[in-house]
């Protein structure tokens, strides 16, 4: 990861806090907003709610090569499916992120269809 100083992002969600987990690139940057954007119904979020979706937008932001020219989120919605806390679309690709039964770690966004996998895999 690159890390140049300073990430306005970070420093106004996590005062205090050292530069962690993204990438410092447009793309990266474009995707948190737009994550933002839709999960907090604004068309233009704070670079404090931006900053809060850097590291889900740096897992997924690979999954489109190259980079759309605009990205199109619908907003996180609830999931009763075992194993599955909530669901999103991103650019019409479905995601899923992961329940973590009360553990307190963090889940980031995977593609549906490779969560999905993954399930195939342990039932193998």
């Not at 410092?24 to 979020?45: K, M």
């Amino acid at each position: 990861m690159t890390t140049p100083e300073p990430c306005r992002f970070i420093a106004a969600a996590y005062p205090g806090e050292d530069c962690f987990d993204h990438r410092h690139e447009d793309r990266v940057f474009d995707l948190s907003r737009a994550l933002a954007a839709a999960t907090h119904e604004n068309a233009d979020p704070t670079d404090e709610q931006v900053g809060w979706f850097l590291a889900d937008a740096d897992a997924m932001v690979d999954d489109f090569d190259p980079a759309p020219g605009a990205w199109v989120v619908t907003a996180a919605e609830p999931s009763d499916e075992s194993g599955i806390d909530f669901t999103l679309t991103i650019n019409g690709r479905a995601y899923v992120v992961q329940d973590n039964g009360g553990s307190g770690e963090v889940c980031q966004p995977v593609a549906r269809d490779e969560w999905e996998s993954w399930l195939t895999e342990a039932d193998e």
